[in-house]
């Protein structure tokens, strides 16, 4: 059998040191789509002669500082690439591609190497993988467990070793239930970061396009390449500036389900798998806490219960009423049962779910991350075929509230059951926290921590950096920021890691100095500073009318975020500096001052 393709990390070290080209990496891949038996992983595959043709080219003229120079990936076949055709796993549905789909077009321009389209479960309706007249796939751990779905082949071609990573597409839990069950790592981003321009749609208002890998620093990598809004998906959403950076672990606040939320479906394997991990989870965390289930589950119910399985016909409608028998049968009874809403139930949904988000609102005000079993048992394909709706709804358990309620979601292998079955978690934040949580996730795992800067290319359009003194509202030197396009983003505190300094002025007012305190020197304080939102053409001007002893730094605020922002040289500190931290910050020191 041939040898398993590289993680994205190993591929760039062969690659760097010069052992490896993307020629030579291309045969590889050749030789394991012909020696491999995976079962029907691929719909459809790139010739030959193109890949090598591709490759060839990376390895002449390509740039190997490229982010992804030279990895080869899949992408789910229901997402557009130029020139092959994209099935939705329905042959009679397929069309031919005329442009790359936004996404598959920044990978490819980040380096990567497309190997082919993977099999699904019919139009992403299903978390299976037996719901495709292309076959079933079984997970990689065999005994006739399934893969999962609908993204099924994708994760296969990634936990079988045929590519570095590949893209799937989560509305219900597609990205994460094959990972768990094929024992790879499942990035579901928060909805819009990833273009779904170019993706025949499940939900359109609810579908993400998510990434499989063998770790969670690749997922990441691939999160960077890909994310860009494009003004061809309205749905589409940037990364807000304050949430590039990742916090740290150990400032997070973990809810843990409510034990008589939990439900293991007689599965004690996974549930004791569960409990061993979030055991694990407690010790990298801030705190912990139990978090309520409920509003997560009625939410989740929604979505094939609810006049969601309505919004799957609107793409759908004139192909199932026009080549019904076209149409997997339990795929069909799936899509047919969204006849019974109509404009009153779709409204009467929204403000069900509503107040359900409002009461998720309010948990993420006590916690920051949720961590939840991602399945909470396994099937067999035959099990599986005695109850393809019921048993397929006891897999989305888990899953199917996240894009209702907005959130992000990275799932992670989590050991295996006394069974031998492959057992997985999955870590739960608002929208927009998907680096918190891989950063977490890389913890709970054992890597390093993920990159976390804003993709390559460009600089980024916008910082934020932490004010401490002069340029505060009101201040002598806040007309700097606010001539240069800079608005007010609010307060913030730093870590308890930082002191407060008085530097003399000729001008009697004084400038202050925030100083890291060493590891073994005094005690740090927490640092009142406002966050200011910059356009990042305008940091070199700011930066440049900064005077010594002060420079632009990482600043870590309270909530473990690092940012921008004012620092002080450590040698201005000593005297006649006058020590001010315990006053909290610059603005309550003057009000002292005055009142003395």
């Not at 993204?151 to 989560?170: E, K, N, Y």
């Not at 897999?395 to 990275?410: E, H, I, K, M, S």
Request: glycine share 12%; with cysteine.
């Amino acid at each position: 059998m041939p040898d398993p393709v590289q993680s994205i990390s190993e591929l760039r070290s062969a690659y760097r040191d010069g052992g490896l080209t993307p020629t030579d990496q291309v045969e590889r891949v050749l030789d394991g789509l012909a020696g491999r038996d995976g079962g029907p992983v691929w719909i459809s595959t790139v010739p030959a002669d193109r890949l090598r043709e591709r490759a060839r080219s990376l390895t002449r003229h390509g740039d190997p500082a490229l982010p992804l120079y030279g990895i080869p990936f899949a992408v789910k076949d229901n997402i557009d690439v130029a020139g092959m055709v994209t099935t939705a796993g329905c042959p009679d549905f397929g069309y031919l591609a005329t442009r790359d789909a936004p996404v598959v077009r920044r990978l490819l321009d980040a380096g990567a190497l497309l190997v082919g389209k993977t099999n699904l479960d019919q139009f992403a309706t299903g978390l299976t993988g037996a719901r495709s007249p292309y076959g079933s796939c079984q997970s990689v751990f065999g005994g006739g467990l399934v893969s999962g779905g609908s993204s099924s082949g994708s994760a296969v071609a990634v936990a079988s070793g045929q590519v570095s990573f590949a893209l799937g597409t989560d509305t219900a839990g597609s990205g994460r239930v094959p990972a768990a069950l094929n024992g790879i790592v499942g990035l579901k981003p928060t909805r819009g970061l990833l273009s779904t321009a170019g993706v025949v749609p499940a939900c359109r208002s609810l579908d993400c396009v998510s990434v499989f890998a063998t770790d969670v620093a690749g997922a990441v990598d691939v999160l960077h390449a890909a994310r860009a809004v494009t003004t061809a998906d309205p749905w589409g959403r940037p990364l807000p500036t304050e949430q590039v950076v990742a916090r740290m672990p150990g400032t997070l606040r973990l809810g843990v389900p409510r034990a008589e939320d939990l439900e293991f479906f007689g599965d004690t394997g996974q549930e004791a798998r569960f409990a061993a991990g979030v055991e694990r989870l407690r010790t990298f965390v801030g705190s912990s806490r139990p978090v309520p289930l409920g509003p997560f589950f009625d939410a989740g119910d929604l979505l094939y219960r609810g006049p969601w399985v309505a919004e799957r016909l609107v793409a759908l409608d004139d192909f199932l009423r026009s080549h019904p028998d076209s149409v997997h049968p339990v795929t069909r009874a799936v899509l047919e049962t969204g006849r019974r809403y109509d404009a009153v139930d779709a409204f009467r949904g929204q403000h069900h779910l509503r107040a359900l988000r409002a009461q998720v609102d309010h948990i993420w005000q006590d916690v920051d991350v949720l961590v939840v079993p991602t399945v909470g048992t396994t099937f067999t394909l035959d099990e599986i075929a005695e109850d393809p709706i019921g048993r397929n709804a006891v897999l989305g358990r888990y899953t199917q509230f996240a894009n209702l309620l907005d959130l992000a979601a990275v799932t992670v292998p989590n050991g295996f059951t006394s069974a031998g079955r492959p057992a997985s978690l999955t870590l739960v934040g608002p929208a927009f926290t998907d680096t918190t949580l891989a950063r977490l996730a890389a913890t709970l795992t054992g890597e390093q921590a993920p990159a976390v800067a804003v993709e390559s290319g460009p600089p980024p359009a916008e910082l934020v950096v932490a004010v401490v003194g002069r340029h505060l509202t009101g201040e002598s030197r806040n007309a700097e920021l606010v001539g240069r396009g800079a608005s007010l983003v609010g307060a913030a505190r730093t870590a308890p890691l930082y002191r407060l300094f008085r530097m003399d002025t000729p001008d009697g007012e004084g400038l202050p100095g925030l100083v890291r305190v060493a590891p073994d020197g005094p005690a740090g304080h927490q640092i009142d500073v406002e966050l200011w939102r910059l356009p990042g053409h305008a940091v070199g001007g700011l930066l440049a009318g900064v005077p010594a002893p002060l420079s632009l730094g990482w600043v870590r605020l309270h909530d473990g975020r690092d940012v921008l922002g004012f620092l002080c040289e450590a040698y201005a500190a000593g005297p006649p500096a006058e020590d001010i931290s315990a006053a909290g910050g610059w603005r309550a020191y003057r009000r002292a001052a005055v009142r003395r």
